[in-house]
């Protein structure tokens, strides 16, 4: 075998694809949310659930295996490895939704200022969150991935608009046809996506 032949001839890895890599990027988005959605339902499960999501992305995007197995494997070792981010993740966001809501609603004291300081460290925990998420890697200890994760948020702040962004589309997406809240979590992903290259070039 000629060296261009061998350079022309992947890795075995690169043969088992979703969709036999017909799809493309758009086509593993719509995988990824609908997996994510899935997941989400559990809450303490989706933070690791996007992690895994966004991994599978970033496969898919070095044309590396990226079959469904391989997306529903990672994602089990995400959610039995991150879950206890997961939850405290989805707890502050909580207590941070119920303060804007009570802020908004008038039925707490000083409640504008309560609804916008609480809106404003919400995004930032999902930033610092959703960093986190992109920066996973099967085995990564979850807070050290925390930690580098809010040294990012600050660091790199066109990174964390991207994933800003990627927050604010999927949540107005959700808001203007609710059954679209199925891919929402992969629009999010492919944002992470790209704060993840920026992180780990």
Known sequence: MSARTARRTP???HLVRFG????????????????T????????????????????LDRHADDRSDGLRDLLRNTW???REGWAAGTVTAAVVG???LNVALGVQGLVPGGT????????????????AARAAALWEPGADWRTLVRDA????????????????GLGVAAVVAWMFLPLIVIAPGMLAVAL???????LP
Do not use: K, N
């Open 11 to 13: 890795p075995a890895e």
């Open 95 to 97: 207590l941070l939704g």
């Open 77 to 79: 070792r995400a959610c």
């Open 193 to 199: 996506l790209v704060a993840r290259r920026r992180a």
């Open 37 to 56: 959605t899935a997941l989400a339902l559990l809450l303490v499960t989706a933070l690791p659930a996007l992690a895994a999501g966004t991994r599978h």
């Open 113 to 128: 200022a309560l609804a916008v300081a609480s809106a404003v460290l919400g995004a930032g925990v999902l930033a610092v």
């Open 20 to 35: 036999g890599g017909s799809l493309g990027l758009f086509g593993e988005m719509i995988v990824v949310g609908l997996t």
């Open 150 to 165: 809010a040294d990012l948020t600050v660091a790199d702040p066109a990174g964390t608009g991207y994933v800003l962004t």
